[in-house]
Each structure stands twice: as structure tokens, then as C-alpha cells.
């Protein structure tokens, strides 16, 4: 995986496929949750947001939200490498596109 650093206008629904074999966790650094707009594998047991989300292989999530600013998160994977895991980051830029 790549990081990624995307630009969408409010509402837009950004999504994740994890096409990896191995599960991968998507954590979304301090969003407020008034701003999250739909969200798909980013809820509790009772359907409640939550920041992170666990998306299992050839399975997606997805947020939307909806107002402008910057959102931050990481992708935390498996790895085989010393450690055992990876972290990506990235950033979506929510605003007017150029």
C-alpha cells in the first residue's frame, strides 16, 4: 500500500478495499464526529461511530464527511518485516477541487 493524499469535496464517499490476505485496521486521527457524514465499518456493535475500522481481506469500508478540512489516518497492517507491523499514513484534503 501507498500513502495516499487525496482531495474531495464535502460528501464524497471515500473508500477502502483492503486486497490484501490479511486483515488491515484503518484509524482516522482525531475527527470529530458531527463531521462524519455515512460511514461503513466505522460503527460499535450498536451502530455508533467509532475511528477506527478492521476491514477484512477482499472487503471494504468507507467515510464520508462533511465539512472542509484535512483528515489524517493510518492503515496499521501484518507485516512480515521486523516489528510486525506497518502504519501508513495519509491525508484527505475535504474541500472544493482545483
Not at 8 to 22: A, F, K, M, Q, Y
Not at 52 to 81: E, H, W
Request: glycine content about 10%; some cysteine; overall charge neutral.
Amino acid at each position: 500500500p501507498e500513502p495516499a493524499d487525496l482531495v474531495v469535496n464535502p460528501g464524497d464517499e471515500i473508500r477502502w478495499v483492503n486486497s490484501r490476505t490479511l486483515p488491515l485496521r484503518i484509524d482516522l486521527v482525531n475527527v470529530n464526529p458531527e463531521d462524519v457524514s455515512c460511514h461503513r465499518g466505522f460503527s460499535n456493535l450498536f451502530g455508533m461511530y467509532r475511528e477506527s475500522a478492521t476491514i477484512q481481506p477482499n472487503d471494504s469500508g468507507s467515510a464520508c464527511f462533511s465539512k472542509a478540512g484535512v483528515v489524517n489516518y493510518n492503515l496499521r497492517m501484518d507485516s512480515a518485516l521486523p516489528g510486525g507491523k506497518v502504519i501508513v499514513p495519509g491525508i484527505i484534503r475535504i474541500g472544493s477541487k482545483p
